[in-house]
T-cell receptor, first 114, second 111 residues
């Protein structure tokens, strides 16, 4: 079982609200990722980080923002939620090193924007 | 465009039978991974196979990699109800620590 946590697990909010999805890991991993996944569909990378103060946009354009002030913490923020943001958001982390190795996933946050 | 693509999209088999899923990709890779996702949960890493490996085993899982055909297969032997999940292949394609996931195969084990 991976030591990576996401809160909340489920969130239902109204349009226009500001929300922050929390992700934290206790494995000391430098690399962290946020994916967006609609039910039954593939994962799309929306943000990633190689370490503290490093953030990059992923392959799927997203109106969300991220920050990486501490190694273990990688929160995702939506300033003004819209129904189009309804989806599942998965956080993952991995070791820093040469090449691409295993990613460890949190349980996900299922977001519904009314 | 999608790097990895699983086939079939969905598969239903009887408990005890073997399940085979395939993954095809487009560009050269350093390694290929398989993940499992139970409904409404995060992904769990199953196995990683590097480009210089042809076959790898882990318990009831067997993964093969054919770099000449740019394809991989995941075999689950003696399936159990708990194997019901979606299975994703993921490739790196040399994209600096990012991996690209396929659309997944939804496996349903019938009692």
């Amino acid at each position: 079982e991976a030591d990576i946590y996401q809160t909340p697990r489920y969130l239902v909010i109204g349009t226009g609200k500001k929300i922050t999805l929390e992700c934290s890991q206790t494995m000391g991993h430098d690399k962290m990722y946020w994916y967006q996944q609609d039910p039954g569909m593939e994962l799309h990378l929306i943000h990633y980080s190689y370490g503290v103060n490093s953030t990059e946009k992923g392959d799927l354009s997203s109106e969300s923002t991220v920050s990486r002030i501490r190694t273990e913490h990688f929160p995702l923020t939506l300033e003004s939620a819209r129904p189009s943001h309804t989806s599942q958001y998965l956080c993952a982390s991995g070791h820093q090193g040469i090449g691409t190795d295993t990613q460890y996933f949190g349980p996900g946050t299922r977001l519904t924007v009314l | 465009s999608q790097q990895g693509e699983e086939d079939p999209q969905a598969l239903s088999i009887q408990e005890g039978e073997n399940a085979t899923m395939n993954c095809s990709y487009k560009t050269s890779i350093n390694n290929l991974q398989w993940y499992r996702q139970n409904s409404g949960r995060g992904l769990v890493h199953l196995i990683l196979i590097r480009s210089n490996e042809r076959e790898k085993h882990s318990g009831r899982l067997r993964v093969t990699l054919d770099t000449s055909k740019k394809s991989s297969s995941l075999l689950i032997t003696a399936s159990r109800a708990a194997d019901t999940a979606s299975y994703f292949c993921a490739t790196d394609a040399g994209r600096d620590d990012k991996i690209i996931f396929g659309k997944g195969t939804r496996l349903h084990i019938l009692p």
